[in-house]
């Protein structure tokens, strides 16, 4: 099932010939675990520069708190962990990935831990944890609740001690430049210093990470709007399943603060949902109560709000040893207690919000795009692994492995030729637009209210009509437009891919994995057993 829209090629002039230039092997764009191991990797056979709009610490990753899941006790099985991520995936997984990621899981984290990962240990071996939809306890942490930065701080290390490694941070890639629109030579993007910078490069790996900021209530950090998405969807890439947003059930909910994560390595330990009236409610959407994948126990927690005509639910954690708490999850203890909450008295008021997309730029099992040399690994990716439903931590395994693989098929292609010597000249002037001119932060801050009212944990036909008019009407204001800062071209961006996830979740006319449509609840495997696929050069 594909789907057809042609937005602008370029987003701002470009001129080959007067830019300023860099030249690279291997161009790795982003840097949380998947672009940093991919860099790692890459870097043993050449040289590798990584861009990152923000800092190196300014990533999902670093947020990650519950772990990352793999085969690491004896009682736990590879076959296990392939049907769990099977049932999680609701038919749209692929299997040899499935199988691929999971069996080198475990070699790649005693890699993490012999690199300075500070795995927690439990006599001498990496400590396992259970998460809802795993059958066996395989989600390692560290830490505590900060698994993410012990990774994050282990793979930055391991980049900076490596001499064929260049980094740049505040660098915010604007585009991915092609040759004739076949074979990606490299980006176009802004150094915050330095101004417009063309980085060519033989091989580029995307590894941007996800789109959480497009919507209203989201776990993700400030870098994660879509911007690799965008970009690849301009060049020609196919992405696939951006109907899949995955929602975490339970995010702090303080008015007028920032949502924060409640991991549900909290409810693997024991934590209960309860309603405003302080009732269990789990069992009745489903069997595994609070043990149930994230996206029924987003779609329960949202019924409960709606039935008891609340703005949240609470976990219930009375009965956990207050010492236990504050050392298994030490950045939630210190969240907690900045607003006076006592986990031994009080409950912990959550809802959902928008956590990880599972859609992205579809690849094959080796981390290779729809465009020549042009790779894409960890949440910008599709990879197939998720399928329709992303299992608790697989979400960091996937980076890790699929980092790696993207980071040793990119500098294996470098061998076999050298267009980095032979840039094209690119040429691009956009003409100038006479339109009304939008303010982007009022456009970015409705489109975010607009995607959480319309494309959110739940979706109908008529919402979604009318967020694709609403998108298309913002669009003909801001996308003929061009910017000279991060916040337009963040606005550009957004516009683009909320208008994609739109188109996607109105033709998946069914209910599947984190896609819920309210006018089609049941999963219709005779139609839609399927990926959509959308691509601006599909015909």
Not at 208 to 228: F, K
Not at 438 to 458: K, P, Y
Request: glycine share 8%; charged share 25%; with cysteine.
């Amino acid at each position: 099932m594909t789907e057809k829209t042609e937005p602008r090629r370029y987003l701002i002039n470009i001129d080959s010939v007067s830019a300023q230039q860099l030249f690279t092997d291997c161009l790795v764009v982003g840097a949380g675990i998947a672009g940093l191991r991919a860099a790692i990797e890459a870097a043993e056979q050449c040289k590798v520069t990584i861009v990152c709009k923000g800092g190196l610490k300014e990533s999902n990753t670093w947020k990650a708190q519950g772990g990352i899941a793999s085969v690491l006790k004896k009682t736990d099985t590879f076959e296990a962990h392939i049907a769990d991520t099977f049932n999680t995936g609701c038919g749209l997984y692929e299997p040899e990935v499935v199988d691929l990621v999971v069996r080198r899981g475990p070699e790649l984290i005693e890699q993490l831990l012999r690199w300075g990962t500070e795995f927690d240990m439990v006599d001498n071996q990496i400590a396992v944890t259970l998460e809802g939809g795993h059958s066996h306890p395989r989600v390692a942490h560290a830490h505590g609740d900060e698994t993410g930065r012990m990774i994050a701080e282990a793979l930055i290390r391991k980049v900076r001690e490596h001499s064929n490694i260049r980094i740049l941070e505040n660098f915010f890639a604007i585009d991915l430049l092609t040759n004739g629109g076949e074979e990606c030579v490299g980006v176009i993007g802004n150094d915050q210093r330095k101004g417009i910078q063309i980085i060519w490069a033989a091989n580029t790996i995307l590894a941007t990470g996800g789109a959480g900021r497009l919507y209203r209530e989201t776990t993700n950090p400030e870098v994660a709007t879509g911007d690799g998405l965008a970009m690849a969807y301009r060049a020609g890439a196919v992405l696939r399943d951006l109907e899949f947003m995955q929602f975490h059930p339970t995010t702090l909910y303080i008015a007028g603060a920032t949502r924060a994560l409640i991991t549900e390595t909290l409810r693997g330990e024991g934590a209960i949902l309860v309603d405003n009236q302080g009732e269990k409610f789990m069992k009745d959407y489903h069997e595994a109560a609070e043990l149930a994948p994230r996206d029924i126990v987003s779609r329960a927690i949202l019924a409960q709000m709606r039935k008891t005509e609340s703005t949240h639910v609470y976990l219930d954690v009375r009965h956990f040893e207050k010492e236990f708490f504050a050392e298994r999850f030490p950045w939630i203890n210190e969240l907690l207690e900045s607003f006076d909450i006592d986990i031994t008295k009080n409950l912990i008021p959550v809802r959902p919000s928008a956590h990880y997309m599972i859609g992205g730029v579809k690849t094959d099992i080796s981390a290779k795009t729809s465009i020549e040399n042009l790779y894409a690994c960890g949440e910008v990716a599709s990879t197939g692994l998720h399928g329709a439903n992303r299992l608790g931590s697989n979400s960091l395994l996937e980076g890790l492995v699929f980092g790696q693989i993207a980071g040793r098929a990119a500098s294996g292609n470098i061998n076999t030729r050298a267009s980095h010597h032979r840039h094209p000249l690119i040429k691009c002037q956009i003409p100038h637009s006479a339109r009304t001119r939008l303010d982007t932060e009022d456009v970015t801050n409705s489109l975010r209210a607009l995607m959480w009212r319309n494309i959110g944990i739940t979706r109908t036909d008529q919402p979604l009509s009318e967020a694709q008019e609403i998108i298309k009407f913002w669009q003909r204001y801001v996308m003929d437009k061009i910017f000279d800062s991060p916040e337009g071209w963040k606005c550009q961006n957004m516009l683009t891919v909320s208008l994609l996830m739109t188109q996607s979740a109105k033709m998946r006319c069914e209910s599947r994995g984190v896609h819920y449509r309210r006018d089609y609840p049941q999963t219709d495997d005779k139609n839609f057993k399927k990926h959509i696929e959308i691509s601006k050069n599909i015909g």
